[in-house]
């Protein structure tokens, strides 16, 4: 598709006082989007995954070969010492950037290592709920067509603070065939223990199923993290009833919170942000201000030709941009939480207060020194968030994601005894008389106070 030319876009305006059944369909589409892939998607990705299973090294090998991600080298794995001379090859300036965005991903993570507790339920019961790292965990960073270190770092950070002792990164190499440079170094600073080329649904089913057949064996992981296109998605979901997997992520998308206080060079420069993820990436601008709205379209119209990947912005404006006029900031912060964003920027005449009222969004950036780029490579907030609606029900990656919890319970003899009836009723009352005999023979010969 040859993208329209800047000047001719406009994003599509959305009138949200408009009540009619076609105006309220577009917005009910947009409000349950959805994260989930196509069925054809699924099925393809489905046959990928499968083959993994039955064939293992050679399906990876051969999905590639065909659609991509395989080092020209035929090499499909990196060792964690390989990795470690990438590291000290890294140049000065690349080794400084990645040090800071890793200080503060990891400063950010160390507030988030969840509690061991216990609960004293009764004299006699207590319940303990155990924290503990997973054993091993598989990271899939995007990559092909460019290097996308700040994804290694989002990943592989949180699995680090909490002691994950085992991290398989998954990421394809680039279309002539090397693994970039970058990457390999960031892995090996970050203390990767090994790195799969693949990419798509084979590096899905690498990491669920393992690699018996290489030298030596990938091992299967315990739960899979990290951003994907469609088939990694789709392959997420075909795994999940045998590892675990954080969400599953469509398209990445924005939303820019505006009233007339707003400066629209900003909120162009935030809503291009947005498009600069792909040519399927919603950008959407929610503002009271009409005029705003109309200088913004401006603005963008006179950024895009300037920028290097114009030709995806110029498509991903087009198909899926939108400008949503509200009569007041009730209504537009109604419409923001009904749609539920990835990325929310705020940039209101009071944005704390209006940040403060938004319940569903992945990662709120309030006032106009916070674009989302500041967060997607450095603040030290994780940068990998729900789509598709999502916002309203899962939290951006963070440590608890690189763990689980146990229960530990612990009842005496007078603990027992305290719930000894109620527990024989209820299993009368189900059927499950066997449950009941399992109490009933602790005390059998023995007095209700005996230890």
Not at 89 to 111: C, K
Not at 122 to 151: H, K, M, T
Not at 304 to 329: D, M, T, V
Not at 334 to 340: E, I, K, L, P
Request: net charge negative; charged share 20%.
């Amino acid at each position: 598709m040859t993208a329209a030319p800047a000047s001719a876009i406009a994003l599509r305006r959305l009138d949200l006082a408009a009540t009619d059944a076609t105006a309220r369909a577009e917005r009910n589409a947009l409000f349950r989007r959805g994260a989930v892939p196509d069925e054809m998607v699924r099925t393809g990705a489905r046959a990928i995954v499968d083959d993994v299973r039955e064939r293992g090294a050679a399906a990876v090998r051969e999905a590639n070969a065909r659609f991509g991600g395989g080092s020209g080298e035929a090499q499909l794995t990196v060792s964690r010492a390989e990795l470690a001379t990438a590291r000290d090859r890294l140049p000065r300036a690349d080794r400084r950037a990645l040090d800071q965005a890793i200080a503060n991903v990891s400063r950010f993570a160390e507030t988030q290592r969840p509690q061991t507790t216990r609960t004293e339920i009764l004299p006699g019961i207590e319940i303990e709920r155990r924290w503990l790292p997973l054993d091993r965990v598989g990271c899939y960073v995007p990559g092909g067509s460019a290097p996308y270190p700040s994804s290694l770092v989002m990943t592989v950070v949180p699995a680090r603070v909490p002691g994950v002792s085992e991290i398989v990164v998954a990421s394809p190499a680039a279309a002539d065939g090397p693994i970039h440079p970058l990457l390999l170094g960031a892995a090996g600073l970050l203390g990767v223990d090994r790195l799969l080329v693949a990419g798509g649904a084979q590096a899905i089913g690498a990491l669920a199923y393992g690699l018996p057949d290489v030298d030596p064996p990938l091992a299967p992981v315990d739960r899979i993290v990290g951003p994907g296109n469609a088939w990694v998605t789709a392959a997420k979901l075909e795994v999940a009833g045998l590892v675990g997997i954080d969400l599953p992520a469509g398209p990445s998308e924005g939303v820019v919170l505006a009233d007339a206080d707003a400066d629209p060079v900003l909120v162009a420069a935030d809503l291009v942000t947005q498009a600069e993820h792909g040519p399927d990436s919603p950008a959407i601008l929610v503002t009271t201000s009409a005029a705003l709205a109309d200088a913004v379209e401006r603005e963008i119209a006179d950024l895009l030709p300037r920028l290097e990947r114009r030709a995806i912005l110029a498509r991903s404006l087009a198909e899926h941009g939108r400008i949503a006029l509200a009569a007041n900031l009730d209504e537009a912060i109604a419409f923001v939480d009904a749609y539920a964003p990835e990325h929310l920027s705020v940039d209101v005449r009071d944005p704390d207060a209006a940040a403060a009222r938004i319940r569903n969004a992945g990662s709120i950036f309030v006032g106009p020194w916070a674009p989302e780029s500041a967060g997607d490579y450095a603040t030290g907030a994780n940068h990998v968030l729900p789509t598709g609606g999502l916002a309203r029900s899962c939290s951006p990656l963070g440590v608890e994601a690189y763990g689980r919890y146990t229960q530990v319970q612990r009842v005496s003899a007078d603990g027992l005894a305290a719930i000894r009836a109620t527990i024989g009723h209820l299993a009368a009352a189900e059927g499950l008389t066997a449950h009941r005999h399992a109490v009933e023979a602790r005390f059998r010969g023995r007095t209700e106070t005996a230890r």
